[in-house]
């Protein structure tokens, strides 16, 4: 009788064993970092709270037709002056044929080809949020963009100004 009982129990010790091995599993997992530590005396970046790694939409609004305002908050700092910006190259979205020309503003003051400061002085030593805003062309009536789906790039570089 012990000869049998230690037979079975060892028989399911290892039935046991051999479930618990199949129903472990190994998983992977792999993660892509990246982090941007700013400068202590100069920067310009979206709040740690927005990521503006993947395609941002402007909407479109069906009751006024026309495109909405692309509109978000830039964090700017420079310790020794004010803050310059200028676009790389004109923005626009295109479809096709079609172009839709854009308008780009940084603290209420509109950016263009050429460097001109964007956050004065004050403002920028402070260390602040600053409106950033698209605006795409806008239309009315017959005169409305044509249908389509528009993509484009804004390219923008900042750089401290000048120190007085």
Known sequence: MFKKLAFSLSSVAVLMSSSLAMAATEEAITIQLKAN???PTFHVRPPASEDWTTVQEIRWDAQRKQLI???KNLEVLSTTAGIQAKL???PELISGS???KL???VHGNR???TSEEVVN???AQAGRQVTFEIKPEQTTGAARHPEGNYTGT???IFEPAAAP
């Open 111 to 113: 950016v263009k080809t």
């Open 98 to 100: 079609n172009h839709i």
């Open 103 to 105: 308008e780009v503003f």
């Open 69 to 71: 305002n692309w509109s």
């Open 121 to 123: 002085a004050a403002d």
């Open 88 to 90: 790389v190259s004109e």
């Open 154 to 156: 804004v390219a923008l």
């Open 37 to 39: 530590v700013p400068g």
